[in-house]
């Protein structure tokens, strides 16, 4: 019983060391005050005000709404096409283009944002929609292509085998067949795609510009000048659609797949 509680407590604590000084940045959201004090010592929406009248605050939410969404469908679409592709493959084939998958996860950010900015750069690409998407796209592949391999390697390819020999089209064995039984899986890389995306900075450093920039590029801006509480603002909204993400996922989890008639 007392090992028990000991590791209760244990792990009490890693969660603590992890989550608290993620959400200790939304009180900050809440200050009165010019600058960010824990805990603040008045209340108010203050700056929450700042934030949506602030055209670029509004803007650079707006665009990392558009890049997340516009890197969420390529990346869900290639990546379940991708791991479809690669569970008919043979072993060693498989693990050789999935270590390749794994490449702009493995390789570190200011590596790939350098290269990204180079190739950007020489076809006029910088400080446009199209350069963040397929950066992000890049990053964001690899997670649809494991959750979506997860999915595949419990997948009873009998059901499949038995529609075909009942005559049913390839695409209508995945639609009705494939498609539902992986749909965990495709949903869990659609939240790892868009939340990838819509927190990525390194890369977006890079790559956007006056007229396209997404909202952790403002952030990072904003600290460099002066660290007021509007800055928490955008981090606590980044932090709400993560969760909220999150929590769809789960939700769409409990349901469980249901094979489509």
Not at 94 to 118: D, K, Q
Request: proline share 5%; with cysteine; net charge positive.
């Amino acid at each position: 019983m007392n090992g028990r509680l000991v590791l209760n407590a244990f792990v009490a604590l890693v969660v603590a060391f992890l989550v608290l000084p993620i959400i200790a940045i939304v009180p900050a959201a809440f200050s009165a005050q010019s600058f960010i004090r824990l805990p603040p010592e008045s209340w108010s929406l203050r700056w929450w005000g700042v934030f949506f009248h602030d055209a670029s605050w509004r803007l650079a939410l707006l665009a990392s709404l558009k890049v997340a969404l516009l890197t969420t469908l390529f990346s869900v679409i290639a990546g379940t096409a991708a791991a479809l592709g690669l569970v008919r493959c043979a072993p060693r084939t498989r693990a050789v283009a999935a270590a390749l998958f794994l490449g702009p996860v493995v390789t570190p950010a200011i590596v790939l944002a350098v290269a990204l900015y180079s190739m950007a750069r020489a076809t006029g690409l910088v400080n446009t929609v199209t350069a963040l998407v397929v950066a992000h796209t890049m990053l964001a592949l690899p997670f649809v292509v494991l959750n979506v391999g997860v999915s595949l390697d419990t997948l009873d390819h009998r059901l499949a085998l038995a529609a075909a020999g009942l005559g049913a089209s390839e695409f209508h064995v995945f639609r009705t067949i494939t498609l539902p039984l992986i749909a965990p899986g495709v949903v869990g890389g659609t939240v790892f795609a868009f939340v990838t995306s819509f927190d990525e900075v390194v890369l977006s450093i890079f790559l956007a510009g006056p007229t396209v920039k997404t909202l952790p590029v403002r952030i990072w801006e904003e600290i460099r000048v002066e660290y007021t509480p509007v800055v928490a603002v955008g981090a606590t909204v980044m932090l709400a659609l993560a969760v909220a993400a999150a929590a769809a996922s789960r939700w769409f989890g409990r349901r469980g797949p249901r094979v489509a008639r």
